[in-house]
């Protein structure tokens, strides 16, 4: 097994870091990538004003996802007390993985000032050192002496390698950056959004009034990585059916980004926000915590981002969906239904005829997801079988 080990201040994690970790990981075919934000770092103060340390986790929780299936964030140096010296950190993961072969990633800074760190020789004896370049100025001829001088001195084994693309960009530099109301091109979208959505850097904003691009890297800061790609189907797809049925498109577009706001959250999380808002479920809602969300969802739009009615209930009933639904709420049920990366079954009738008849679409994908629901054994909500009725009672 292959463990690469990154760490730092992350504050914030930004493109620089996510890249040569990236490459890194592909390079060396690591197994297992952990990015570990530094509680107290020994070679430098972190700056004051800084995000807690709960923070800048998830942030690097947040590009880890980006990074790849191999990287996962770690609090191992949050939860030690004292300074983040590398070697406990390396001694606690070897004991974790006896057998595994470690790498130990680093900038040029840090590379050619290894020899300085704490207990250099029982370091280099516990990974291997792996060097990467990080700015334009670094090259080959700036690493040989220093690895020749890390190979005499602590026989140390030694990779080094240059980055394919190099972000030039410091976490100092950012943070000034984006004090100024620039740096997020530095940022993963979610990094960002969770940057906004936590008023962290000198970045405030108001969450009732977001613009529509700033509610969306917000949302992203919101989903697990493999939601990104659905929320972003379904806000196209709503986009696209409210210029069809004569909804403001921008309206459709900001209910679909938050339709799934709370989607990753667990059951007691979602408990915990129906406690804060002082929302009951009725019986069968309890009963399927799957349906949590429409619910919490509808509620952290309204309470933390100020929608309006309209777009509250359409994310409320996205789900289940309920008799009489406005043509926002139907559009929301559908664009969620029918979105380009859906393909748990054909959808090729449902899609074509969400653009020819509103109502005529509703019946067949509450028929269909009826049909889907009871073939799995699965609960079916009273709310869509009063939906179905209602359209059936609509017909000619």
């Known amino acids: 097994m292959k463990i690469g080990i990154y760490g730092g201040t992350f504050n914030p994690i930004h493109m620089g870091h996510m890249e040569a970790a990236r490459f890194a990981s592909e390079e060396l075919g690591l197994d297992r990538l952990y990015l570990i934000p530094a509680g107290i770092p020994p070679h430098k103060e972190i700056a004051g004003g800084s995000p807690a340390p709960e923070q800048r986790l998830a942030m690097t929780e947040l590009a880890a996802e980006a990074v790849g299936p191999a990287a996962k964030a770690s609090d191992m140096e949050l939860r030690r007390k004292g300074k983040s010296y590398t070697l406990d950190t390396v001694k606690e993961i070897r004991e974790r993985h006896p057998h595994a072969r470690l790498y130990l990633l680093m900038g040029t800074d840090m590379f050619l000032t290894f020899h300085q760190w704490r207990d250099p020789e029982k370091l280099a004896k ?105 929320v972003l189907g379904t806000e196209e797809t709503a986009a696209r059916l409210a210029l069809r049925w004569g909804e403001d498109e921008e309206t459709a577009r900001r209910a679909a980004l938050l339709h799934d706001c709370t989607k990753k959250l667990n059951g007691e999380q979602h408990r915990a926000l ?47 969906g309920k008799a009489d639904m406005t ?40 028929t269909m997801a009826v049909r889907d629901l009871k073939k799995r054994g699965a609960a079916v909500h009273s709310n869509s079988a009063r939906a179905m009725d209602y359209l059936k009672g609509k017909q000619p």
Do not use: N
Request: proline share 3%; net charge negative; aromatic share 8%.
């Open 126 to 230: 516990l990974c291997t050192l792996c060097a990467f370049r990080r700015s334009e100025k670094d090259g080959a001829e700036l690493f040989a002496a220093q690895r020749e001088k890390l190979e005499t001195d602590f026989d140390a084994d030694i990779v080094t390698m240059d980055l394919p693309r190099i972000v030039e960009i410091s976490s100092t530099q950012l943070r000034a950056a984006l004090a100024d109301g620039q740096g997020m091109e530095y940022l993963d979208p979610a990094v960002y959004g969770y940057i906004l959505r936590e008023g962290l850097y000198g970045v405030k904003r108001d969450l009732r009034r977001l613009s529509l691009d700033e509610l969306r890297f917000v949302a992203l800061s919101m989903l697990k990585r493999t939601r990104v790609p659905h």
């Open 274 to 320: 129906l406690r804060q808002y002082d929302i009951s479920l009725d019986a069968e809602e309890e009963r399927e915590e799957k349906l949590y969300h429409a619910v919490t969802g509808a509620a952290v739009a309204r309470h933390v981002f100020g929608v309006p009615p309209e777009m509250e209930s359409a994310i409320r009933w996205h789900t289940t």
């Open 327 to 366: 043509t926002l709420e139907k559009i929301i049920y559908l664009a969620d239904y029918i979105e380009p990366t859906r393909d748990f079954c054909d959808l090729t009738e449902l899609r074509a005829l969400a653009f020819e008849d509103l109502d005529g679409a509703m019946l067949l994908g509450l």
